[in-house]
């Protein structure tokens, strides 16, 4: 198996007295998190310019960097891609016209405070605001850092009285903040009630905790993790130089707890918007037993404007994975519609044109080819009564069209049916 390099912090002046028992306990970690200017000075250089602008930045936004992804920063290098992702910049001060406190209306999509329900079936409970380290392109900065806090027990007890009162709902999403930042009996409390619900079938997790703070992941949590099974985590790895030896281990003793792992990248100016940066990235992700699922277009939130590419970019990343490398190193590129339209995946066409048999493709390589479709494309249906099942049918939205159950769709307060 391909071995990914240690992590040494003993050379950091900020750590040389640190003893290895402290360093790998979570918990150190988590009450060492890099908060201050001076503290910083002691792990990477920081000139007067410099100060002064991160001084203007954290009146405004909080810095939290946990040691272990402190030592990953390149001490000179002011275009480390570590650093970029943890440290703030001035650049955070400026808004575009298009940015949003909440461009994703998961707030507005709130039934409950802790709950957000978009999709038919599924809800994003966000259990906790609090984060182990910052990430300079986080789009909940409105509330991540603003209050370090778990949801109280009155309110995750009101997030599982939805979903239990809406049986529609059969896929959990617990996220925040990081809900690996909760102790292990306050995240067991949850799991535990959410698998006593009869129609919830998934539990999946959001957490950066393997890139960040690989030391969280310990036996006493995947052995009570893995009593709910089944059980999904997704993680946030953004750039090969993330992948190490700790993070790899992290993911192993996940991975053997049967917990399946999968991988959701941001698209990142200067860290990782480049096709042979994330090539490498896919590989070792799938090194360490986690399948790239996501890379997202940066979402437009206030103060990561300069975080942004062109969604030109994610297409060419795209076209320069699939055919180019095994289908599970290429993940999908989505962009997270503003104002609450989810995720939309976006990719190269491969459709040249069509006829009412055929369909012109092209492949990787430019190579251009037909398929042709049967004479008879009509499916029969084989009366398995499947589909007399409400929760397998569509609630809302084109699927509706296709099915036959409406004719049409149309935007709500058409100007001409105000007419009438």
Known sequence: MKSFPKVIYKNIRLYKDVDKKDWNNWKWQFQN?????????????????????????????????????????????????????????????????????????????????????RYPDRVLFMTTHICSMYCRHCTRRRMVGSKDIHLSKKMIDNCIKYIKEHREIRDVLLSGGDPLSMENDSLEYILKQLREINHVE????????????????????????????????????????????????????????????????????DINDCPFIMKKLMHDLLMIRVKPYYIYQCDLSKGISHFRTSITKGMEIIENLRGHTTGMAVPTFVVDAPGGGGKIPIMPNYILSQSDRRFALRNHEGVITTYTQPEDVFSNCGNCHICDDEKYKPLDGVAKLLNGEKLYLEPANLTRRKRL
């Not at 993790?225 to 992948?243: A, V």
């Not at 993911?251 to 990142?268: E, F, H, K, P, Y």
């Open 202 to 269: 998934i539990i999946r997790i959001g957490s950066r905790m393997p890139v960040v703070l690989p030391q969280r992941i310990t036996d006493s949590l995947t052995d009570m993790i893995k009593k709910y099974h089944p059980i999904y985590l997704n993680t946030h790895f953004n750039h090969p130089k993330e992948i190490t030896f700790e993070a790899q281990k992290a993911c192993a003793r996940l991975a053997d707890a049967g917990i399946q792992l999968g991988n959701q990248t941001v698209l990142l100016r």
């Open 33 to 117: 998190i890099i908060r201050t200017i001076s503290e910083l000075k002691k792990v990477i250089n920081i000139d007067e310019k410099e100060e002064k602008n991160l001084n203007d930045c954290l009146k405004l936004f909080k810095m939290g960097i946990t040691p272990y992804y402190a030592t990953l920063m390149d001490k000179e290098y002011k275009r480390c891609t570590i650093k970029l992702q943890a440290v703030p910049t001035i650049k955070e001060l400026k808004n575009d016209l298009e940015d949003h406190d909440d461009p994703l209306h998961e707030d507005i999509d709130s039934p409950v405070a802790g709950i957000t329900h």
